[in-house]
C-alpha cells in the first residue's frame, strides 16, 4: 500500500500507517507473546526474530508508525521512558562530558548525577533561561551528548532547538531531545537538527495513562544508534508486547486528544492570567511568555497542553489549592485524557529547583468550562 508523505500525522495515526494485514485482511495488528522464534533444518532463524530481549513482531508496527511520525531512520520501544534514556546514556564512555539543563524532568536527571557520581562522566547543568547557558556548557571536543527539552519541565521555557543542535553539532556532541511534552503531533525535533529524539511513551502517545513505555527515534542509523540497540537487548529494558499492542491503540487519538488538550490548556492559561491570587501563570501560549514566539515556531498546533501556577504564597498555599480540587487529580505524571495537578517541589525532593509556589496542570480531555469552574472554586475557598 502507497502513500503520499504528505498527509497529516493523524491520518498516519488514525490508521496505524495504513495498516492492514496481508493474509488475514486485519486491521489491527496481533498480539505476538511468544519470547522465542524458531529455527529451520539448516539452523537458520525461520524469521527475523530470534528471542523476546532482542525483538518481538509486536513492536514492528508502532516503531514504524513513530518513526515516519518523526521523520527518522529508525525507531526503538524500551519498557519506560527511563529504559530508553539509560540506554542513550549509557553509549557515554567513562572520561566524557555530558550536557543537560539545571531544570529537567527529575528522574533523568537524577541518572545523569549518577553517571557523573559513579561512572567518571563529567555533568553539567546549564541555566536555560540565560541566552548563553549552553554555549557556555559545552566542551569542544569531550562533550558527548547535550540533552535538552523542547519545553522545560516544569517551567516550559521553551529551548531553541536548531540553535542548541548548532552549538552540539559545533562541540563535535550528538543533540538528544526529550520531545514528551511535544508529541510529533505539533514538534517533529529532527527537522530541527536534533539527532535523536525521545517521548517518554506513558505520556501523550499512550495518553490513557495504562501503559509505561519509552521511544527513541535516530535520525541517523549510525554506529551509536547500532550500540543504543545493543543495549536494549543486553540490558533488557525492553517493551512487552501487551504494552506495544495498547500503545499503538492510544496512539491512534494522539491527534485528537491533543487538539482537545492544547486547546483547553490555552483557554485555562488566559482565564487566570493576573488572577489575584496567583503570581505568575507559565504557559508558552501566553503573549507574555519570554519564549512565545519561539514556541510558535517550533509547536505547529498551539502551545502544548502543559501549564504552571505559580501560588501567592508558600508550599502550603499551592497545595491547599490543590486539595480543594474535586475535577483534577491529584497525581504525578501528565499526557493522558484525566487532568492531573501536582506540586512538583515535593515530589523532586529538596535538590529541586522548582519553586515551592509551583503547581503543575497537566490538561486531559475534560471539558474545559469544568475544568476553569474547578479551578474557580478552589481558588474562591484559599
Ligand atoms: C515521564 C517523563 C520521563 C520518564 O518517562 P517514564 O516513562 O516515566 O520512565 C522523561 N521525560 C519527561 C519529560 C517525562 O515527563
Same mark, same amino acid.
Given at each position: 500500500m502507497t502513500h503520499s508523505k504528505n498527509l497529516s500525522p493523524d491520518t498516519l495515526l488514525a490508521q496505524a500507517s495504513h495498516y492492514i494485514d496481508e493474509k488475514t485482511g486485519a486491521l489491527t495488528p496481533a498480539i505476538q507473546p511468544s519470547t522465542t522464534f524458531g529455527r529451520d533444518s539448516n539452523y537458520d532463524l525461520m524469521g527475523d526474530y530470534i528471542y523476546? &530481549?532482542?525483538?518481538?513482531?509486536?513492536?514492528?508496527?508502532?516503531?514504524?508508525?513513530?518513526?515516519?511520525?518523526?521523520?527518522?531512520?529508525?525507531?526503538?520501544l524500551f519498557a519506560s521512558?527511563?529504559?530508553?534514556? #539509560?540506554?542513550?546514556?549509557? #553509549?557515554?564512555a567513562q572520561g566524557r562530558h555530558i550536557v543537560a539543563p539545571d531544570i529537567m524532568y527529575h528522574g533523568a536527571q537524577a541518572w545523569m548525577r549518577r553517571l557523573a557520581q559513579k561512572r567518571g562522566i563529567e555533568l553539567t547543568l546549564f541555566d536555560a533561561r540565560s541566552a548563553e547557558g549552553l554555549a557556555n556548557a559545552v566542551r569542544p571536543g569531550q562533550t558527548d551528548i547535550v540533552w535538552i527539552e523542547t519545553l522545560l519541565n516544569p517551567t516550559w521555557d521553551v529551548m531553541?532547538?536548531?540553535?542548541?543542535?548548532d552549538i552540539a553539532h559545533a562541540a563535535g556532541a550528538l543533540l538528544g531531545v526529550d520531545a514528551t511534552v511535544t508529541p510529533p503531533v505539533t514538534t517533529r525535533a529532527l527537522g530541527f537538527g536534533a539527532d535523536i529524539v525521545f517521548h517518554s511513551a506513558t505520556k501523550y502517545l499512550n495518553g490513557h495513562s495504562d501503559v509505561l513505555g519509552g521511544v527513541l527515534i #535516530? &535520525? #541517523?542509523?549510525?554506529?551509536?544508534?547500532? /550500540?543504543?540497540? /545493543? +543495549?536494549?537487548?543486553?540490558?533488557?529494558?525492553?517493551m512487552g508486547p501487551f504494552e506495544a499492542w495498547?500503545?499503538?491503540?492510544?496512539? &491512534?487519538t494522539l491527534g485528537l486528544r491533543c487538539e482537545r488538550a492544547f486547546a483547553s490548556a490555552a483557554r +485555562?492559561?488566559?482565564?487566570?492570567?493576573?488572577?489575584a491570587k496567583l503570581d505568575r501563570v507559565l504557559y508558552p501560549g501566553l503573549e507574555s511568555h519570554p519564549?512565545?514566539?519561539?514556541?510558535?515556531?517550533?509547536?505547529t498546533r498551539g502551545f502544548g497542553g502543559m501549564l504552571s501556577f505559580l501560588v501567592k504564597g508558600d508550599a502550603a498555599m499551592a497545595k491547599a489549592l490543590i486539595a480543594n480540587l474535586q475535577i483534577f487529580i491529584a497525581a504525578t505524571s501528565l499526557g493522558g485524557v484525566e487532568s492531573l495537578v501536582e506540586h512538583r517541589a515535593t515530589v523532586e525532593g529538596p535538590q529541586s529547583l522548582v519553586p515551592e509556589n509551583l503547581i503543575r496542570i497537566s490538561v486531559g480531555i475534560e471539558s474545559a468550562d469544568?475544568? +476553569?469552574?474547578?479551578?474557580e472554586q478552589a481558588f474562591d475557598l484559599l
Open positions: 523476546g &530481549r532482542n525483538h518481538n513482531p509486536t513492536f514492528d508496527q508502532v516503531e514504524k508508525v513513530l518513526c515516519e511520525l518523526e521523520g527518522g531512520a529508525e525507531a526503538r521512558g527511563q529504559a530508553a534514556i #539509560t540506554a542513550l546514556f549509557e #553509549t557515554v531553541d532547538i536548531a540553535k542548541a543542535a #535516530t &535520525r #541517523t542509523r549510525d554506529q551509536r544508534w547500532a /550500540e543504543v540497540c /545493543e +543495549i536494549r537487548t543486553l540490558v533488557g529494558g525492553i495498547l500503545l499503538l491503540r492510544g496512539m &491512534r +485555562i492559561a488566559h482565564h487566570f492570567e493576573g488572577h519564549g512565545h514566539a519561539l514556541a510558535a515556531s517550533q509547536m469544568d475544568l +476553569i469552574g474547578d479551578l
